[in-house]
């Protein structure tokens, strides 16, 4: 059973208009990360919610902002996709700290 | 200089091989450490947790040697099915925040 699911799996948006992506778990864990990763490369922390607080990378552009309305749901809004946000995003889940983080599959964003 | 470094890859091996990977870390403040396997065009999950005294799952060896900051982990008679990037992964003592390398790929060949 899918434990933190990702809508949606794939993304295609235009150069400036505004996205969301959506990430859920039904795990009931307190802490919810945001990911971006590019080709080859390594996952970046954007940013993370512990419980209601929310923690923003100090290298993640201002164009990216997110909200959690509750334990379950966490949302990234990308303000105006530039091309080099053509990424992986990942969204994780964990239970308190030093435990393992479960990742959802990630939604592909393209932007033309 | 990255906190997290890895070999870069990819390493190419035939069946039944052992490998091993290293990866070294900058910040003496990181608390846990892990590898992590990630498939191609998949999400990162877990593979195991290292710890000091070292510790092993089935054919998987994975070691830490805090003194000089590096993690390893040795894969032995490898499989076809081992074919993944691994990455090492550390967290801080600040929250869980986690702290990736860049990924060192295998492919184990028939």
């Known amino acids: 059973d899918a434990m933190v699911i990702q809508n949606p799996r794939y993304q295609v948006t235009q150069f400036g208009k505004p996205v969301t992506l959506s990430c859920s778990q039904t795990l009931n864990h307190n802490v919810m990360y945001w990911y971006q990763q590019k080709s080859s490369q390594a996952p970046k922390l954007l940013f993370h919610?512990?419980?209601?607080?929310?923690?923003n990378e100090a290298d993640t552009p201002d164009n990216f902002q997110s909200r959690r309305p509750n334990t379950s749901f966490c949302f990234l809004d990308i303000r105006s996709p530039g091309l080099g946000d053509a990424a992986m995003y990942l969204c994780?889940?964990?239970?308190?700290?030093?435990?393992?983080?479960?990742f959802g599959p990630g939604t592909r964003l393209t932007v033309l | 200089r990255k906190e997290v470094e890895q070999d870069p890859g990819p390493f190419n091996v035939p069946e039944g091989a052992t490998v091993a990977f290293n990866c070294t870390y900058s910040n003496s403040a990181s608390q846990s450490f892990f590898w992590y396997r990630q498939d191609c065009r998949k999400e990162p999950k877990l593979l195991m947790s290292v710890y000091s005294s070292g510790n092993e799952d089935g054919r998987f060896t994975a070691q830490l040697n805090r003194a000089s900051q590096y993690i390893s982990l040795l894969i032995r008679d490898s499989k076809l099915s081992d074919s993944a990037t691994y990455l090492c992964?550390?967290?801080?003592?600040?929250?869980?925040?986690?702290?990736f390398g860049q990924g060192t790929e295998l492919s184990v060949k028939p």
């Open positions: 992964v550390v967290s801080h003592n600040q929250g869980g925040k986690l702290i």
């Open positions: 919610y512990y419980d209601k607080d929310f923690n």
């Open positions: 994780a889940a964990q239970k308190g700290t030093y435990n393992e983080q479960f």
